[in-house]
């Protein structure tokens, strides 16, 4: 098989799936709102006639793709539900198929663009790294989204807790945490309240609560409120105790940050040190650096260096991340 005939036949597969893509993405995006008002209505339009065991109480109707091929393949892989539950976490528009067509697009490119240096290794390693790039921008928005999410429930609870202690419900006070925060705690909080006025178990739904957000502090009140529901005490009390402990957690995780910071800061010198120095010998003598790739062998050092550079920026930054 020719070259050319191989880029032609890249080129049509790198067409195809941007136009998959884009256009999945922007029908997802345009029938969100139609698709929640939807949901909302069936919920509601539910009877006692149906059997509990075939629909759940509040029914959701979640796709991968809007291609229905493509989506009975995607819900048959294990690994599926693990990416749209980071689609959600993250707060992104559009399906698990758009970006998995975007993923394909993205590793096709790096193959294209590794295949000029001649080497296999680099088309892969380029493959990879395109490839995973739209998961690694989803893995950050998660992040910062789950990090606000951690700095709001402490309000939070103090809010619920002063709420029981006024004479109000459990449900009372997590319709306040809804109706004044503001996102990620506020919709999550409305999500689960609406649950349980659906017919759905407090239990059942603090722990559906607890698989959509990944905060390790609320499973603190998770765990809480069921055992106080099965042994009884002061809710209250309770929440207003987790809410002291989750700021202590925070207090912690700030010293530790200040101690780590020493790291954090030789491993952004260390990672830069290599490009400060080849930009101060370009400037001074440039034919002397320009054998890095003009030459076999300087290349040879290139990629070597880089690779040496990710292998050691991640275990600087697996050293420094200290769980509290």
């Known amino acids: 098989m020719s070259m050319a005939l191989i880029i032609a036949a890249a080129a049509v597969l790198i067409v195809f799936l941007l136009a998959m893509g884009?256009?999945?993405?922007?029908?997802?995006?345009?029938?969100?709102?139609?698709?929640r008002v939807r949901e909302r209505l069936q919920a509601m339009a539910l009877t006692a006639d149906i059997d509990a065991a075939s629909v759940d109480l509040v029914l959701r109707e979640t796709t991968m793709s809007e291609v229905p091929l493509f989506n009975r393949l995607l819900e048959g892989m294990r690994w599926s539900a693990n990416f749209s539950r980071l689609l959600y976490q993250a707060d992104a528009r559009g399906s698990a198929g758009a970006y998995l067509l975007l993923c394909m697009l993205l590793a096709v490119i790096g193959v294209y663009?590794?295949?000029?240096?001649?080497r296999?290794?680099?088309s892969a390693a380029g493959a990879i790294m395109l490839g995973y790039a739209p998961v690694w921008v989803l893995?950050?928005?998660?992040?910062?989204r789950m990090e606000r999410f951690q700095k709001q429930l402490p309000e939070a609870l103090d809010l619920m807790a002063r709420a029981l202690k006024a004479g109000h419900t459990f449900g009372g006070g997590m319709r306040m945490?809804?109706?004044?925060?503001?996102a990620p705690i506020g919709p999550e909080f409305g999500k689960t309240l609406d649950e349980i006025n659906y017919g759905m178990d407090v239990d059942r739904a603090l722990t559906n609560l607890q698989a959509r957000v990944d905060c390790p502090d609320l499973k603190f009140f998770v765990v809480s409120v069921n055992i106080q529901r099965e042994t009884g005490g002061n809710l209250a009390e309770i929440i207003a105790k987790i809410a002291s402990l989750v700021r202590e957690?925070?207090?912690l995780f700030g010293k530790i940050r200040v101690l780590s910071a020493e790291g954090?800061?030789?491993a952004y010198i260390l990672v830069a040190l290599p490009f400060i120095l080849t930009g101060i010998l370009y400037v001074v003598?440039?034919?002397y650096i320009r054998l890095l790739w003009t030459r076999e062998l300087g290349l040879n050092m290139v990629w070597g260096a880089v690779i040496s550079m990710i292998i050691g920026a991640a275990i600087i930054r697996r050293i420094i991340q200290i769980k509290v």
């Not at 884009?22 to 698709?35: I, N, Q, T, Y």
């Not at 945490?177 to 503001?182: I, K, T, Y």
């Open 177 to 182: 945490v809804a109706d004044e925060f503001e």
């Open 120 to 122: 296999l290794w680099v």
């Open 22 to 35: 884009v256009g999945s993405l922007m029908r997802s995006g345009s029938d969100k709102a139609e698709r």
């Open 249 to 251: 957690r925070f207090a």
């Open 113 to 118: 663009a590794g295949s000029f240096s001649g």
């Open 139 to 144: 893995q950050g928005k998660k992040r910062k």
């Open 264 to 266: 954090r800061v030789s």
């Open 285 to 287: 003598n440039a034919d």
